[in-house]
């Protein structure tokens, strides 16, 4: 790769006086001194330096690789999803500020459109190439495909020309062409059970609902019908609320959570293994605690998960539990038996 040379004229910003045809050549990636022959990995502190001295240097000289280093590379990705119709990409970017600037590169996380993800020009590594999968396969199951918005506006336009060809064009293709230009939208319930009618999960018929209890004598005697699986559909009657959550998934079934940890009546806690969104959302006190939770944003982002049904593999919310949580998916512990830090956090939320 070509090497480039940048030349500055330093002294006249500095307004000191100019030492004639004095440069500071780059070697080793060091500037050295002259006088005492000190050397510095950066020109700034070499300028000061310089100062002490009683010299002023005219020219300043850069040696920098232009192409590779000016380019943006993706480090971290967060997740693709949607928000009223649009479709945005939340990432990492390592950003290069130049070779005159002290500091290499800053790395922020941004959220981009898709639009903006798509004309920014990433470094193509392979870390690039499997978020563009990422990115096609979700627009792909939400929305109208990325590539295909064109052949949607061109339609008509290519019809007027060949009559044929939109006599051929039949009914059943149309509608579905405009069902995907508007899958965005909210639809109702009824409408909605049709289209996903044959792609719903068929491992939810094999699990029970839960009905977990706690016993009256014993905080930590759980009766379930199915050992396996903890509140899949349903709360158990006596929640009093939701300390925590692990993680949300987005299925055709609506959005479920996975290891939901909860507080009842008789001062206990259970983590529960699932349990689905919308039986959270029955109780008011649940939800507003649910909202405390994972904030307003993550809130919303969730109810329109809830709406559009789709199937996501991975978590579309990533939580956390506590770290000192003595308990295993489907167990219950009494408060008093938990450490100072997680009886506090578990009575926050409850007296919130």
Known sequence: MPTYSLFL????????????????????????????????????????????????????????????????????FHGVYCRRSTHYVRVTISRPLGPTSTIQRIDEEEELTLEEFLKTDFSFTERYKEIMKRVEEFDRQCCRPIYDTITVRTLGYSSLDTGSNFIQFSTKKLVNRLLSCFACIPISRQLRSSRWSSTRDTRSTLLCSSTKAISATNGQDLVADDPSSVARNSLPENVSGVIAVDSFYSTPNGVRGDKVLVATPQDTIILLRQVN????????????????????????????????????????????????????????????????????????????
């Open 9 to 76: 004229r330093w002294g006249a910003v500095n307004q000191l006086p100019i030492i004639q045809e004095a440069r500071v050549p780059y070697q080793a990636k060091n500037y050295q001194c002259q006088r005492c022959l000190k050397s510095f990995p950066c020109h700034e502190p070499y300028l000061y330096h310089a100062s002490k001295h009683g010299d002023t240097i005219e020219y300043i000289c850069f040696k920098f690789n232009q192409l590779a280093s000016l380019t943006p590379d993706i480090i971290a």
């Open 277 to 352: 969104l919308d039986a959270l959302l029955r109780h008011t006190r649940i939800t507003n605690q649910l909202r405390e939770i994972v904030g307003d944003y993550a809130y919303e982002e969730l109810r329109e998960y809830e709406e559009k049904r789709m199937d996501i593999p991975d978590p579309v919310y990533q939580g956390i539990l506590p770290d000192d949580l003595p308990i295993r998916v489907g167990e219950g512990i009494r408060l008093e038996d938990c450490s100072p830090m997680l009886e506090a956090q578990v009575c926050s939320v409850l007296d919130s």
